[in-house]
């Protein structure tokens, strides 16, 4: 039987629910929220949310429209929407059960499936593209034959 719990994390958070999908406030133009503050636990789930608001930061400043990964696209796609639509009552984790296309995330196809969004928004360097799309045309290859 528990009488009283021996050990917690508590801290605040901003309800997710006020943000976009691109992590930037509704309320607030042009601050955008990611990490623990949006209800996460784990620096994975931290660092999937910096590097998709800091992204969108910059396209913000641009004047160019927000990336928003698809929840087929990538195991942070699934985290953002939750997040943006479902809110959380409890420190969020990233389970691989969460995704409903968890067949087609894998690391291994991870920079094949981002590929489009790496070249658009020149992401990587010319060297690395280059890698992946070559990467690309041999898996293509393979299929064909
Ligand atoms: C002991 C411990 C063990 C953990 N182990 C794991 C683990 O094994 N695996 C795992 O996935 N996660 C682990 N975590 C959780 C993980 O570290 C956090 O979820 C993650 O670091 C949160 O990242 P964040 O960027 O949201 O916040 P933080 O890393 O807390 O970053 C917030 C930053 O904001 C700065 N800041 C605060 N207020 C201000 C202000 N007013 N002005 C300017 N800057 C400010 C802070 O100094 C800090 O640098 C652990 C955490 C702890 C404490």
Redesign the pocket.
């Known amino acids: 039987m528990l009488l009283r719990p021996a050990y917690a994390?508590e801290y605040d958070f901003a309800p997710p629910t006020q943000l976009w999908p691109s992590l930037e406030s509704r309320r607030v133009e042009g601050l955008f929220f990611?990490?623990?503050?949006n209800g996460?636990?784990?620096?994975?789930?931290?660092a999937g949310q910096?590097i998709v608001a800091g992204i969108n930061a910059a396209l913000k400043c641009r004047g160019e429209p927000p990336v928003v990964l698809g929840r087929h696209e990538a195991y942070i796609g699934v985290l953002i929407d939750d997040l943006v639509t479902k809110g959380t009552n409890e420190p969020y984790r990233m389970f691989t059960s969460r995704a409903e296309h968890r067949l087609l995330l894998n690391h291994g196809s991870a920079e094949i499936r981002l590929l489009p969004y790496l070249e658009l928004h020149n992401l990587i360097p010319p060297s690395r593209l280059q890698r992946i799309r070559s990467k690309v045309a041999q898996v293509n290859g393979g299929r064909r034959r």
């Not at 990611?34 to 503050?37: E, F, K, L, R, T």
């Not at 996460?40 to 931290?46: D, L, W």
């Open positions: 994390v990611a990490g623990q503050i996460t636990s784990g620096y994975e789930e931290a910096g």
